[in-house]
């Protein structure tokens, strides 16, 4: 799999329903860049390595890592490339702390994640379930420290060609990277051309703040992405992106369908996030923490657009109800 000029791709199997997430190596000039990692497993390390010998490098060429986002398909390898390879990393700096393992950010997020499940209204077992899905990613994942935070603006150090994005949303420490000279993009997960990206709930990172509202980030930064010039995406799963323009406007409008179902179903009396995710995603409780985050994601938004409000009931369950006539929203 290749690319533009200076982008090489190689596609790195995963052990999950995604199937293969896309890496991507910068090299266009002295300085060789790994965009992504793919996760810790020995068919991914396997399947790098191959990658790589076809464009006559091996892990030990690699002086910089750069990761779009903490998810472990992306960043999953990176204590062992670094071993190998002793690169830097670079990332967001909300990724830092995701990737080191630390025992007691595990154990904030998964009291996050319990109390919300459960103001949610999913039952504690499956409360559990969902954390338990979300806990297991972390077997794939190494112990990771990045050296170089980037941010919006910031060119790719030994790439100056290369221009950071963020792009929250998915996650919130989500980069993309953009080239104007050509109009090439790199997209990590921030628009994946056949399915559309889960912005995944996550706690804020500080603990003490409101938990950020992801699907209203993430409307953001996909129009923000939208509004670039550019006329090839290279994504961290799939097929590149054409057409943009085309993709985001269905995305953007696929939620406002999604969102507009919701309101219906509140007004019939779905009043509860567990009972509204439950019936609009029957037969995938074995992706719970994805189908909570889809739905809870649409819930906030409504929100803040003032079409529903909350309330706590007795036992602690947030309560929808519809307050205002949806417009369209975009
Ligand atoms: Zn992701
Ligand atoms: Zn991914």
């Not at 993709?247 to 779905?270: H, N, S, W």
Request: charged content about 25%; overall charge negative; hydrophobic content about 40%.
């Amino acid at each position: 799999m290749t690319a533009t000029k200076g982008v090489h791709g190689i596609a790195i199997p995963t052990p999950w329903l995604v199937g293969d997430v896309n890496v991507y190596v910068l090299q266009d000039g002295e300085t060789v860049t790994l965009v992504d990692t793919g996760p810790q497993t020995p068919e991914a390390e396997a399947a790098l390595s191959a990658g790589l010998a076809e464009i006559g490098l091996t892990v030990g060429d690699i002086d910089q890592i750069l990761l779009t986002h903490f998810h472990v398909d992306h960043s999953g390898l990176v204590e062992r490339l670094v071993k190998q390879c002793g690169a830097k990393v670079f990332a967001h700096p909300g990724t830092e702390r995701l990737i080191q393992k630390n025992q007691a950010v595990e154990a904030e997020r998964k009291t996050f994640f319990l109390d919300l499940y459960r103001s949610f209204g999913l039952s504690d077992e499956d409360g559990l379930l969902a954390y338990e899905q979300l806990a297991d990613y972390q077997d794939y994942m190494g112990q990771g420290h990045v050296d170089v935070m980037l941010a919006e603006g910031d060119r790719v150090p030994g790439h100056e060609a290369w221009e950071v994005l963020y792009t929250p949303g998915h996650s919130m420490d989500h980069l993309s990277l953009y080239r104007a000279e050509d109009g090439v993009m790199i997209l990590g997960d921030h628009v994946i051309k056949h399915i559309s990206s889960n912005a995944m709930i996550e706690p804020p990172a500080d603990i003490s703040q409101p938990r950020p509202r992801t699907l209203v980030l993430y409307r953001e930064a996909l129009r923000k992405v939208a509004a670039i010039d550019w006329h090839i995406g290279y994504t961290g799963h799939g097929e590149p992106v054409t057409g943009h323009r085309e993709l985001i406007e269905k995305r953007l409008r696929d939620q406002e369908r999604r969102a507009a179902r919701i309101v219906e179903m509140v007004r019939e009396g779905r009043t509860t996030g567990a009972r509204l995710c439950l019936a609009m995603f029957p037969h995938h409780r074995n992706q719970l923490s994805l189908i909570v985050s889809e739905t809870l994601g649409h819930l906030d938004w409504l929100v803040e657009e003032g079409v529903l409000a909350v309330e706590d009931d007795q036992s602690g369950i947030v309560q929808y109800r519809v307050v205002k006539e949806m417009v369209t929203c975009s």
